[in-house]
């Protein structure tokens, strides 16, 4: 197997860099009047977003940082993604929080909608109650959250949002996930063109752009230059290392420790299943459905999140990518204290395992570094029982 550092590209910026460099660039928009929505979840319409004319800012933390704030006012045993976040407001240290208007959160899992009332103290945070299953009455009730979230919109910023508006931004976002879906399916090139780290970085760096045209264009051109080096330098060359597909939690806080390592060892993590890989993007919204609030309840509805249940679709989608990204073996990230994914761990690990026949690791882990060694060791054994 070989084994070596990273390739990235020139100029790679690190999602902190990115993150400060954002700072400004948002202090400018909103002295400029631009409208600002913090948002926490994949489930939440962002085309309703920008429809409003507003920008939309990820709220979601990966920084152990805030983390001891946030414990004097939640439980220690609790996801370090829930904790980092409220910590980050609750010491004022986030500019993105500070600079949102509106926060918009969602009933997902337990620990983040109990946060969200919390949150609700510091900033106005609009809860949209999204139902846990996929039937009728649940598509139905969440076609209702989806039109009081637009009065919503409107009633906070005095603005009428049209169908045409709404329709408009369904057009940018579809077109948005076609760019970002071309990107991440680099991954099913072998030899694998690009880092996974590398990709999950891109994905999370591009939302402090703030501009949606000028997100899908860097990405493009990244996507075409990779191409470009792939076919030139890499196509038909044999390679050794394992090919993994990563699943679970959102991994922006654990990326060094666990995608970079595991990379750096050897591997190559070339699809994700998780919230800012692919899961979000391979639906799109129907453009052709006249009821544009069923279309968008439908997309959103359909989100293999561990929060709805059942979620057997997941274990279906990670069967697809296993087979078109020629995977050798799965690697499942668990935040602490995510009961959801945690539970549905048995179903994905009996899937991969006995219908797929493939290895699979799951790492359950929080923001710290104290387990970094531990994690080092059980990702060397997990790779030798790869066989290629
Ligand atoms: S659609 S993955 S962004 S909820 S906060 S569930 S890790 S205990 S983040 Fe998520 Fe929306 Fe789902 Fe995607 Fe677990 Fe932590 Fe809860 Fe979490």
């Not at 993604?81 to 918009?104: M, R």
């Not at 999370?204 to 264009?217: A, I, P, Q, W, Y």
Request: aromatic share 10%; charged share 30%; hydrophobic share 35%.
């Amino acid at each position: 197997m070989e084994k070596n550092a990273l390739r990235l590209p020139a100029g790679f910026e690190s999602y902190q860099e990115a993150r400060q460099a954002g700072f400004l660039r948002m202090k400018q928009l909103k002295e400029s009047g631009a409208r600002v929505i913090g948002l926490f979840c994949s489930y939440v319409p962002i085309e309703l977003v920008y429809a409003a004319g507003a920008i939309p800012v990820g709220l979601c933390a990966s920084s152990e940082e805030p983390i001891a704030a946030a414990e004097a006012n939640l439980p220690r045993n609790l996801c370090p993604l829930i904790k980092a976040s409220y910590g980050f407001a609750l010491t004022d240290t986030c500019p993105y929080f500070y600079f949102s208007d509106l926060v918009v959160a969602e009933t997902t899992c337990d620990g983040k909608k109990k946060m969200f009332e919390l949150l609700g103290e510091i900033k106005e945070t609009y809860v949209m109650q999204l139902p846990h299953s996929r039937d009728a009455a649940a598509l139905a009730f969440w076609k209702e959250q989806i039109i009081a979230f637009q009065k919503k919109l409107e009633d906070f910023y005095g603005i009428t949002i049209t169908e045409e508006d709404i329709r408009a931004a369904i057009r940018r976002k579809n077109r948005e996930r076609d760019v970002m879906l071309r990107y991440l399916e680099l991954g099913k090139l072998n030899p694998a063109p690009i880092s996974g780290y590398e990709m999950g970085t891109q994905i999370d760096v591009g939302s402090f752009s703030f501009d949606l045209e000028e997100r899908c264009k860097n990405v493009e051109a990244r996507t075409a230059q990779v191409l470009a080096d792939w076919e030139a330098n890499y196509k038909g060359k044999q390679s050794d290392r394992p090919r993994l597909l990563l699943t679970g939690c959102p991994n922006a806080g654990v990326r060094e420790k666990i995608i970079r390592t595991v990379e750096e060892m050897g591997a190559d993590v070339v699809a994700f299943d998780t919230c800012s890989g692919t899961r979000e993007k391979v639906e799109k919204v129907d453009e052709s459905n006249p009821d544009v609030y069923e279309a968008l309840a439908r997309k959103y509805l359909n989100i293999n999140c561990s929060v709805m249940s059942p979620n057997d679709s997941r274990r279906g989608y990670i069967g697809e990518m296993i087979d078109e990204y020629a995977i050798d073996g799965v690697l499942e990230i668990i935040l602490q204290s995510c009961h959801t994914y945690d539970v549905e761990s048995y179903f994905i690990k009996r899937f991969v395992t006995q219908e797929k026949g493939l290895p699979y690791l799951n790492i359950e882990t929080d923001y710290s570094q104290s387990d970094k060694g531990q994690i080092n060791t059980r990702l060397a054994a997990f790779l030798e029982t790869i066989e290629k």
